[in-house]
């Protein structure tokens, strides 16, 4: 029935008025890169010019997004050099960036860090695809502004921006996939008043089982999600002050990959496969947020403040329909920070900001202790313009105090009481020279991250991870050096950019397979650390001969090593492959009377072999190369000189490769009987169908 609405939404929306787009033709990257540099963007010493930044950024504009092949928010970025992620299933992913992952990656949404137990494999990014306007991905340390766990870098979500001045929006997005029959459908309704402005957005997306042709359906990979968001908001002279509620479910099923031992097959029926229903194991997941931003003008300076509180519901369910394991987290963060003018050529901002935190466990089962976290920093960044040259730097103090709660299980100590305080300096310095078509940017970066609780003091089954999770409370927090240097060309027809790094880092945390049995069911991992060096960096190139013709390659690599161990512990846990992307996109017809910027692009995503992997006590395996073959075709329908829909077809994997890709978590599920091969390949084929109907009066 799902999948039916899903296609009359596709078929039938397409006579509604729309509003008239002005987007810069996107296949032209000569102003295209011209329109980047002039992009604002928030980087280690807060706003500035994207040209400025002496470390490396990218940035996924909202065209970018409306025809990523994607089923949730992580997945469209992940398609960008040196962007991975780790999945679980279709509906989970985590992003990873550079080889760094979970709580060394900071995501923000609505100007604040979204925080959901992200510690967790299985546990997601709670945030509305539909809802994000644009991504800004910075590569390194970027504690100066956020703090701990930014040591990787921060993905930024933008979200609906502000209706511009007396006019209103109705925005109408649907989709459809094959495979796992994805269905979806997202309302916008917003608008700007007399200096009063506002929107509502409400969404829904559902999918069953996805499939490939060694494994067949995958049973219990599907999932349902439902949004729901407003914001009010007032603009003055004075600034602006804007009020934003968030809602945000998800229900995924956890796939466990038990497989028939006479014949190998993944134990489902095929009424189940094809269900949209959940199965057994599955998550419920709920996460609320209300956010205040504010920011008023102070002379030719201005200060921002924001304040914003989070829940966050996590609830595991094993055999029956009432949970085992729940996490309720609450999260109050605070952000003030002042912006000075220009002082001889030098703007100052400095601020203060950080979080409270409490954690409780409401189920039978547990994972983690109840615990409680303070966190707070205060810093000052500079920046500067002289010449060809563009100079930034800055300072932060940081301290995070974690108290854990006891709790007692048959008379034995289940998670002892302790407190711990964790404090850090960072700083980071760069420059950028500006020299006609060439930039040049170095960067050095020293960043923080304080351990979690889960690997200070996990103890117990962590259903969605199948294993049993030992902490280590004498772990100390991770520093890192990092030293970033690149070059961009930007010319008429090419334009190409390289980013190299060197990052060490000192106490580098993760977990391991460890040879003792807690639970006969389980294989037990223990959280250990070491001294770590990732060396690597990304280039891409972007060639357009001709207006309508556009070829792009980028190739990523990262080789993450533990310092001093024998070959079976050398290399890093969870270190993705080298990965070259190239796509060739032709740009049919422009300014037609009914359809206008069309296009066909085809694209190959060709992941190496991953031999460099954690082998000590079988913790991880080798990953095959393998090469995806994609394309797509997309068009601007217009009525009466503007644009009504929006319709684009994607195809990934059009040759049905059985693959697994490194990060997945379902490699490790269990052995084929038959074959001898372990774990669930990724997706099969994929047909994605997208119609997007704006409308403006």
Not at 151 to 164: E, R
Request: hydrophobic share 35%.
């Amino acid at each position: 029935m799902r999948t039916l609405i899903s296609i009359l939404l596709l078929s039938c929306m397409s006579a509604m008025a729309a509003q008239d787009i002005a987007e810069v033709d996107s296949t032209d990257m000569f102003y295209r890169h011209i329109e980047l540099k002039q992009l604002i963007v928030t980087g280690p010493t807060g706003q500035m010019k994207m040209e400025d930044m002496s470390m490396p950024v990218s940035v996924v504009d909202r065209n970018e997004l409306r025809l990523a092949a994607a089923t949730n928010i992580v997945d469209a970025v992940s398609k960008l050099p040196g962007i991975s992620q780790v999945t679980t299933g279709g509906g989970i992913s985590k992003p990873v960036i550079r080889g760094l992952g979970y709580n060394r990656v900071v995501v923000v949404a609505d100007g604040i860090r979204q925080e959901g137990q992200q510690w967790g494999d299985e546990h997601g990014v709670e945030i509305d695809a539909n809802a994000v306007s644009s991504v800004e991905v910075l590569k390194g340390p970027a504690s100066l502004m956020y703090g701990s766990d930014a040591l990787a870098g921060v993905i930024k979500f933008n979200t609906d921006p502000v209706v511009p001045m007396g006019k209103m929006r109705l925005n109408v997005n649907s989709e459809y996939q094959s495979n796992n029959g994805l269905g979806g459908y997202s309302l916008y309704y917003g608008g700007n008043q007399q200096g009063y402005s506002w929107n509502v957005r409400y969404g829904d997306k559902w999918a069953h089982s996805y499939k490939n042709h060694r494994d067949g359906y995958v049973p219990n990979t599907q999932f349902s999600e439902r949004t729901a968001s407003a914001m009010l908001g007032i603009n003055r002279s004075w600034g602006h002050s804007r009020l934003t509620a968030s809602y945000y479910h998800i229900t995924p099923s956890i796939c466990e990959g038990e497989r028939d031992p006479l014949t190998g097959d993944i134990e489902h029926s095929y009424e189940d496969a094809k269900t949209y229903h959940h199965g057994l194991p599955y998550q419920q997941v709920n996460h609320y947020k209300a956010t205040l931003d504010n920011s008023w003008r102070v002379g030719d300076g201005k200060i921002n403040a924001v304040l914003a509180y989070q829940q966050n519901q996590r609830q595991e369910y094993e055999e029956a329909d009432v949970y085992s394991l729940y996490f309720k987290l609450h999260t109050v963060n605070y952000n003030v920070h002042y912006v000075s003018p220009y002082l001889n050529l030098w703007r100052i901002t400095a601020g203060v900001n950080g979080m409270w935190q409490r954690s409780r466990n409401l189920g039978d089962e547990y994972l983690i202790p109840s615990y409680a976290l303070l966190d707070c920093g205060a810093f000052a960044t500079a920046t500067r313009n002289v010449g060809p040259w563009s100079l930034n730097g800055g300072v932060r103090l940081d301290n995070r105090h974690l108290s854990s709660h006891l709790l007692e299980e048959d008379g034995a100590v289940r998670f002892a009481a302790f407190k711990r305080d964790f404090t850090g300096f960072t700083t980071s310095v760069g420059a950028v020279w500006h020299s006609g078509h060439i930039d040049v940017r170095a960067n050095a970066a020293r960043g923080f991250r304080a351990p979690n609780m889960s690997e200070l003091a996990s103890n117990g089954v962590h259903e969605g991870s199948l294993r049993y999770e030992v902490g280590n409370q004498a772990l100390k927090p991770e520093y890192s050096l990092q030293f970033d240097l690149g070059l961009d060309y930007s010319g008429q027809w090419l334009s190409a950019q390289l980013s190299l790094f060197s990052n060490r880092i000192s106490n580098y945390i993760f977990a391991h397979r460890s040879p003792e049995v807690i639970d006969h069911d389980f294989i037990t991992y223990r959280y250990d650390s070491g001294d770590a060096q990732l060396l690597g960096g990304e280039a891409t190139v972007d060639f357009h001969p001709w207006h309508f013709l556009h070829l792009g390659t980028s190739f990523a690599l990262v080789n993450a090593v533990q310092l001093h161990q024998p070959r079976e512990s050398k290399y890093l846990p969870l270190t993705p492959a080298p990965r070259w992307q190239c796509d060739a996109k032709w740009e049919i017809l422009h300014d037609g009377r009914v359809l206008n910027n069309a296009f066909v692009s085809v694209g190959i995503d060709y992941n190496f072999k991953q031999n460099h992997y954690y082998r000590a006590d079988d913790t991880e395996t080798a990953t095959p190369a393998y090469c995806l073959l994609n394309a797509s075709v997309g068009t601007d329908i217009m009525y009466r000189d503007k644009c009504v829909a929006q319709l684009s077809i994607t195809g990934t994997n059009l040759t049905d490769v059985a693959y697994q890709n490194h990060l997945s978590r379902l490699k490790y599920t269990d052995v084929n009987p038959i074959t001898g091969r372990q774990g669930i390949c990724n997706m099969g084929r994929n047909i994605i169908f997208k119609l997007t109907l704006p409308l403006e009066f």
